[in-house]
């Protein structure tokens, strides 16, 4: 059964930096991109990175990639997601997700197989 598990969120105040985690179990991590994308209250579900099976390749949504860096780590089946200078607009819950595919060919929703429940990160002004 696989599970994906974030960790990490909180509140923090405008201008700090949080580090999420997603822990993955119960798949063979490295033949999956993997992604974080986050909902704000209001708004769809969208993608914020992902980073191909090897950590070779990312995406990011352009107006993100200045100030998040995605990465992971096979070796303990973990991905992170490290984020600066956070802003009230970057308050969401956010998802860790997996697509069976090595590199990156999804960046919608629909192309993703397994997601974890969220966590959520609160940015006050």
């Known amino acids: 059964q696989v599970q994906l598990v974030e960790s990490g969120g909180g509140l923090v105040q405008a201008g700090g930096s949080l580090r999420l985690a997603c822990a993955a179990t119960g798949l063979t991590f490295r033949d999956y991109t993997m992604a974080w994308f986050r909902q704000a209250p209001g708004k769809y579900r969208e993608i914020v990175a992902a980073i191909s099976g090897n950590g070779g390749d990312t995406y990011y949504t352009f107006p993100l990639k200045r100030r998040f860096t995605i990465s992971r780590d096979n070796a303990k089946n973990a991905m992170y997601l490290q984020m600066n200078s956070l802003a009230p607009e970057d308050t969401a819950v956010y998802y860790c997700?997996?697509?069976?595919?090595?590199?990156?060919?999804?960046?919608?929703?629909?192309?993703?197989?397994?997601w974890g429940k969220g966590i959520q990160v609160t940015v006050s002004s």
């Open positions: 997700a997996a697509d069976l595919a090595n590199a990156i060919v999804a960046i919608q929703e629909p192309g993703y197989d397994y």
